[in-house]
């Protein structure tokens, strides 16, 4: 029996943009696909007709998928977009079992939407992101994800929920799935034109987003509209967006980590007893503002020829600008550390001086304040794809679907416009460090309220400058399915892909001060400041009415005065290419009988990688190395390239038993690939002559393998109804994890001396392959109430370690969502709250961190004025979450690091549908 995708009306709230109502699909639709864009399957029970507009049909209808599919699942259909409060995909996604999200990429500190997906307590790069089953390239605005940390995880803030249809989280494998997802794979499913019921259907919102901490308001838009002819074989789908709104992040970093006072500091000298004691480097007041435009837009164009041939052209396109300014006023407790002047009183606990005052030192003129202003004008990311795919019924038994197809994304920093300057505020000056969960106090003498004191002569000027990172793939691929009549085996599922996949960053200036860059004269005469409850919204004593230089006037002075010669300023290390040519092949069998169903299938994976790299010696592990070029300021370098080859074979198996109409067991086993991320692959290798230590990639690194098991309980109560239990467990061989290697490479400094080569062994610091595991529980309950309410809680537990017991990085212990609704004809209300605990977040500037444990609350509300015209109310994050990180060593154990209080928004909307 035919498995034809039920239409699933919908009003698309996101970021304010909100479509109106979906409508139901005609049912008369041939050439449906299954789920992640497959072929239909054949095995899944056929769903009838449903007009799906508020939030109890959803659930219904995302309950109704889960428990026919035969492999395990979470359904998230476009009405339950709609009435959750949700800004993009992952906003949603949060809130089901066993997904975790985060709001940062790399080390740039969270913000105030949902940016990255993972699953199961494992890091975003090994959760695969689709759209209708194909690849989607993506793109970072923030320059470290650009350059230093680039893994394989899509940026859901380029997504918005207005293109879908319905999510499919796949939390078992297939082999008719694209390798890539080794906790999982995320199906974004988008709409087609010829499942509306309508011939024209047009739909549209207008609104506006209101921010507490910037304090502003910004328009938002969305509209789409739909025709499809009377003998509904032909149609087209046009949508667009424009999304923009004002962010503002009040912080505080404790930036570089902490250091031992040697003997020889000053401190130590007057005080014996604190040698070898850590202390923070610089301790920061970091305002973050930045304004983000999402725009863009979708085409469909469907097309049935004949009764048995369905062709569909989809492109999708979608922009973030980003422009951003981050402000860092620090206090330099080095400065102090050396010159001395430490008062009575001080503490130190677990190795660390948590409290210190500090008197004024005759003589003394060193800066006691270092001052980082950097404006990026331009920041962007984007994302589109292109495709192509046809169906054809060939008989009633053989179908084939192929598809061809191109995506991109970029990421740009086309400018910084950077300032730093030394200030000399003098003492008295102080910190006292109040543990990991809340801010550190501290101040210093002077005012920080003007830029008297500024000392450039202490400062720089540095950032990179023409940074356009690309993720392009091209690919095709065909898929075949051939129906058994009779017999418990009902359909042989077939196909090959071949993909053509490049990540790089071929080019980047590394600006340097030029001119008369520290004559106070030149600076600007104007300033601004700090919001006035900067320090308040975060809580602790620190600097808040800071001054600084407009986003204007440093672009201005860096006119002025920065070397920006594409030449001397070329920035080799951040410069990387990785080049994947994946080929793929699998069959799938799927099978039913009375009261149970399921599949089994192998795919086999190929992979060719010709991945380059910069060093500043050559590296004699590369297939080639060529060097030394020279002509940059930052030194010569050698270009590397190393060629590798690798293929597997990736079994999966899913079995399903109906025990009960209402109960159902499911046990899955597979083995699933996640290539390594490009930064760890292609990362620039550094080398010290003198202390013979180093760091940097590793392309020799060999695909993450998860071998996987799942299990799990359903039991569908009522038709909104489930309570269900699952376990699962991955034992991942060749996890990606650093340790120090011994490697051979050429002394250049030594064999500069020596007039002939030298060759010395480096402890050389680099991602490596290790072993790890990760196992959990889920638990789900949805409970329906009357005809009008309805509460949902789940549940997961995670518990994850590499070999060594060290951290898996994504690995929160718990999370935890409950939510309840009410809804009649005219009002619709939901509230929603969800909790993820701490997790190992990565490495910044060496220095192992942490995200704490984190609560959210949001609230929708919505109103049908009449039948084509509806107003939204969403609120994100009420309860005001302030997201805290913090280091952990064996040296020191558990330290504060970052603290970001992104404030509420508010997001009101009136949407129309014709």
């Given at each position: 029996?035919?498995?034809?995708?039920?239409?699933?009306?919908?009003?698309?709230?996101?970021?304010?943009?909100?479509?109106?109502?979906?409508?139901?699909?005609?049912?008369?639709?041939?050439?449906?696909?299954?789920?992640?864009?497959?072929?239909?399957?054949?095995?899944?029970?056929?769903?009838?007709?449903?007009?799906?507009?508020?939030?109890?049909?959803?659930?219904?209808?995302?309950?109704?998928?889960?428990?026919?599919?035969?492999?395990?699942?979470?359904?998230?259909?476009?009405?339950?977009?709609?009435?959750?409060?949700?800004?993009?995909?992952?906003?949603?996604?949060?809130?089901?079992?066993?997904?975790?999200?985060?709001?940062?990429?790399?080390?740039?500190?969270?913000?105030?939407?949902?940016?990255?997906?993972?699953l199961r307590g494992t890091n975003p790069s090994m959760t695969q992101t689709l759209v209708n089953g194909h690849t989607v390239g993506t793109g970072d605005w923030f320059v470290l994800?650009?350059?230093?940390?680039?893994?394989?995880?899509?940026?859901?803030?380029?997504?918005?929920?207005?293109?879908?249809?319905?999510?499919?989280?796949?939390?078992?494998?297939?082999?008719?799935?694209?390798?890539?997802?080794?906790?999982?794979?995320?199906?974004?499913?988008?709409?087609?034109?010829?499942?509306?019921?309508?011939?024209?259907?047009?739909?549209?919102?207008?609104?506006?987003?209101?921010?507490?901490?910037?304090g502003n308001t910004k328009p938002q838009f969305s509209g789409l509209f739909n025709w499809k002819n009377d003998a509904n074989n032909f149609g087209v789908m046009v949508q667009a967006?424009?999304?923009?709104?004002?962010?503002?992040?009040?912080?505080?970093?404790?930036?570089?980590?902490?250091?031992?006072?040697?003997?020889?500091?000053?401190?130590?000298?007057?005080?014996?007893?604190?040698?070898?004691?850590?202390?923070?480097?610089?301790?920061?007041?970091?305002?973050?503002?930045?304004?983000?435009?999402?725009?863009?837009?979708?085409?469909?164009?469907?097309?049935?020829?004949?009764?048995?041939?369905?062709?569909?052209?989809?492109?999708?396109?979608?922009?973030?600008?980003?422009?951003?300014?981050?402000?860092?006023?620090?206090?330099?407790?080095?400065?102090?550390?050396?010159?001395?002047?430490?008062?009575?009183?001080?503490?130190?606990?677990?190795?660390?001086?948590?409290?210190?005052?500090?008197?004024?030192?005759?003589?003394?003129?060193?800066?006691?304040?270092?001052?980082?202003?950097?404006?990026?004008?331009?920041?962007?990311?984007?994302?589109?794809?292109?495709?192509?795919?046809?169906?054809?019924?060939?008989?009633?038994?053989?179908?084939?679907?192929?598809?061809?197809?191109?995506?991109?994304?970029?990421?740009?920093?086309?400018?910084?416009?950077?300032?730093?300057?030394?200030?000399?505020?003098?003492?008295?000056?102080?910190?006292?460090?109040?543990?990991?969960?809340?801010?550190?106090?501290?101040?210093?003498?002077?005012?920080?309220?003007?830029?008297?004191?500024?000392?450039?002569?202490?400062?720089?000027?540095?950032?990179?400058?023409?940074?356009?990172?690309?993720?392009?793939?091209?690919?095709?691929?065909?898929?075949?399915?051939?129906?058994?009549?009779?017999?418990?085996?009902?359909?042989?599922?077939?196909?090959?892909?071949?993909?053509?996949?490049?990540?790089?960053?071929?080019?980047?200036?590394?600006?340097?001060?030029?001119?008369?860059?520290?004559?106070?004269?030149?600076?600007?005469?104007?300033?601004?400041?700090?919001?006035?409850?900067?320090?308040?919204?975060?809580?602790?004593?620190?600097?808040?009415?800071?001054?600084?230089?407009?986003?204007?006037?440093?672009?201005?002075?860096?006119?002025?005065?920065?070397?920006?010669?594409?030449?001397?300023?070329?920035?080799?290390?951040?410069?990387?290419?990785?080049?994947?040519?994946?080929?793929?092949?699998?069959?799938?069998?799927?099978?039913?009988?009375?009261?149970?169903?399921?599949?089994?299938?192998?795919?086999?994976?190929?992979?060719?990688?010709?991945?380059?790299?910069?060093?500043?010696?050559?590296?004699?592990?590369?297939?080639?190395?060529?060097?030394?070029?020279?002509?940059?300021?930052?030194?010569?370098?050698?270009?590397?390239?190393?060629?590798?080859?690798?293929?597997?074979?990736?079994?999966?198996?899913?079995?399903?038993?109906?025990?009960?109409?209402?109960?159902?067991?499911?046990?899955?086993?597979?083995?699933?690939?996640?290539?390594?991320?490009?930064?760890?692959?292609?990362?620039?290798?550094?080398?010290?002559?003198?202390?013979?230590?180093?760091?940097?990639?590793?392309?020799?690194?060999?695909?993450?393998?998860?071998?996987?098991?799942?299990?799990a309980l359903e039991w569908y109560f009522a038709p909104r109804g489930l309570l269900s239990a699952g376990v699962y467990k991955m034992t991942l061989k060749d996890y990606v994890n650093?340790?120090?290697?011994?490697?051979?490479?050429?002394?250049?400094?030594?064999?500069?001396?020596?007039?002939?080569?030298?060759?010395?062994?480096?402890?050389?610091?680099?991602?490596?392959?290790?072993?790890?595991?990760?196992?959990?529980?889920?638990?789900?309950?949805?409970?329906?109430?009357?005809?009008?309410?309805?509460?949902?809680?789940?549940?997961?537990?995670?518990?994850?370690?590499?070999?060594?017991?060290?951290?898996?990085?994504?690995?929160?212990?718990?999370?935890?969502?409950?939510?309840?609704?009410?809804?009649?004809?005219?009002?619709?209300?939901?509230?929603?709250?969800?909790?993820?605990?701490?997790?190992?977040?990565?490495?910044?500037?060496?220095?192992?961190?942490?995200?704490?444990?984190?609560?959210?609350?949001?609230?929708?509300?919505?109103?049908?004025?009449?039948?084509?015209?509806?107003?939204?109310?969403?609120?994100?994050?009420?309860?005001?979450?302030?997201?805290?990180?913090?280091?952990?060593?064996?040296?020191?154990?558990?330290?504060?690091?970052?603290?970001?209080?992104?404030?509420?928004?508010?997001?009101?909307?009136?949407?129309?549908?014709?």
């Open positions: 029996m035919n498995y034809r995708k039920t239409l699933l009306a919908a009003s698309i709230i996101t970021s304010l943009c909100v479509s109106g109502a979906l409508y139901a699909q005609d049912t008369t639709q041939s050439g449906s696909t299954g789920q992640a864009g497959q072929p239909a399957r054949k095995d899944v029970k056929q769903l009838g007709t449903v007009m799906v507009t508020g939030i109890r049909d959803s659930e219904a209808e995302s309950l109704a998928l889960k428990k026919d599919a035969a492999s395990h699942i979470e359904v998230v259909t476009a009405e339950d977009i709609g009435k959750l409060p949700a800004k993009n995909v992952a906003d949603t996604l949060q809130r089901l079992p066993g997904v975790n999200i985060s709001s940062a990429s790399a080390s740039e500190g969270g913000f105030d939407e949902s940016d990255r997906v993972s994800s650009q350059v230093t940390t680039v893994g394989r995880s899509v940026s859901y803030s380029l997504l918005p929920a207005e293109i879908v249809s319905e999510v499919v989280v796949h939390k078992t494998s297939e082999a008719k799935i694209q390798e890539g997802g080794a906790a999982g794979s995320v199906d974004i499913i988008t709409r087609k034109p010829l499942e509306f019921a309508k011939n024209i259907t047009a739909e549209g919102s207008v609104g506006g987003v209101y921010a507490d901490l910037p967006f424009y999304e923009k709104r004002s962010l503002q992040r009040n912080g505080q970093e404790l930036v570089g980590g902490y250091v031992p006072i040697a003997a020889t500091d000053a401190v130590a000298v007057a005080h014996p007893d604190l040698a070898g004691v850590y202390y923070p480097q610089e301790i920061g007041a970091t305002l973050f503002t930045q304004t983000r435009t999402r725009k863009g837009g979708a085409v469909d164009v469907e097309f049935k020829p004949t009764d048995n041939l369905t062709l569909n052209l989809n492109a999708f396109y979608t922009k973030l600008k980003a422009d951003n300014y981050n402000r860092n006023y620090m206090l330099w407790t080095s400065q102090f550390i050396n010159q001395g002047g430490l008062q009575p009183g001080y503490t130190v606990k677990n190795g660390v001086l948590t409290n210190a005052s500090f008197g004024q030192v005759a003589g003394n003129t060193n800066p006691s304040i270092v001052y980082d202003q950097i404006s990026r004008p331009g920041a962007a990311s984007s994302s589109g794809y292109v495709s192509l795919d046809a169906d054809w019924r060939v008989t009633d038994q053989l179908s084939f679907r192929g598809q061809v197809g191109t995506t991109e994304g970029k990421g740009s920093s086309p400018e910084q416009n950077v300032l730093e300057l030394g200030a000399n505020a003098g003492a008295p000056a102080s910190w006292n460090i109040n543990g990991s969960g809340k801010p550190t106090d501290w101040s210093v003498g002077g005012s920080n309220s003007t830029p008297s004191g500024i000392l450039p002569s202490f400062g720089w000027i540095f950032g990179g400058q023409g940074i356009k990172t690309k993720d392009k793939e091209n690919w095709g691929q065909l898929d075949g399915e051939l129906d058994f009549d009779g017999g418990s085996l009902s359909s042989l599922e077939f196909g090959v892909r071949y993909a053509d996949h490049t990540r790089e960053n071929p080019f980047e200036v590394a600006q340097g001060p030029s001119g008369d860059w520290t004559n106070l004269a030149n600076y600007p005469a104007t300033y601004g400041n700090y919001p006035g409850d900067f320090g308040s919204s975060l809580g602790g004593s620190f600097p808040g009415n800071i001054w600084y230089y407009s986003p204007a006037q440093l672009a201005a002075f860096d006119a002025r005065f920065t070397n920006r010669d594409p030449v001397s300023r070329f920035y080799f290390n951040d410069v990387y290419k990785v080049n994947e040519k994946d080929s793929a092949a699998y069959m799938q069998l799927n099978f039913a009988g009375e009261g149970w169903s399921g599949n089994l299938g192998v795919r086999y994976v190929q992979t060719k990688q010709n991945i380059g790299y910069t060093s500043t010696n050559p590296d004699p592990g590369a297939t080639t190395s060529t060097g030394p070029i020279v002509g940059s300021a930052f030194g010569n370098y050698y270009w590397n390239t190393y060629k590798n080859k690798y293929s597997k074979f990736l079994p999966s198996g899913n079995l399903k038993f109906d025990i009960t109409d209402q109960l159902v067991a499911r046990i899955a086993a597979s083995q699933t690939m996640t290539r390594p991320d490009y930064s760890a692959l292609a990362g620039f290798v550094s080398l010290n002559d003198l202390t013979l230590a180093g760091s940097g990639g590793n392309p020799k690194l060999k695909p993450l393998i998860s071998s996987n098991f799942d299990a650093f340790s120090n290697e011994f490697q051979t490479y050429k002394n250049i400094q030594a064999s500069t001396n020596a007039g002939t080569d030298v060759f010395s062994t480096y402890t050389v610091s680099v991602p490596s392959n290790t072993n790890g595991q990760v196992k959990g529980v889920e638990l789900n309950y949805i409970q329906p109430i009357g005809k009008n309410f309805g509460v949902s809680a789940n549940y997961t537990y995670a518990s994850g370690s590499a070999t060594g017991d060290k951290p898996l990085q994504g690995t929160s212990k718990t999370t935890a969502n409950a939510s309840a609704f009410f809804e009649n004809d005219r009002f619709n209300a939901r509230v929603s709250y969800t909790y993820r605990s701490s997790f190992y977040a990565g490495v910044a500037r060496a220095d192992t961190f942490y995200q704490a444990g984190v609560g959210n609350l949001a609230a929708s509300f919505g109103y049908n004025i009449n039948e084509w015209m509806a107003v939204s109310f969403d609120a994100m994050n009420l309860n005001n979450p302030k997201l805290k990180y913090y280091t952990k060593t064996d040296a020191i154990g558990k330290q504060p690091y970052y603290f970001y209080d992104n404030g509420r928004q508010y997001y009101v909307n009136l949407r129309f549908k014709f």
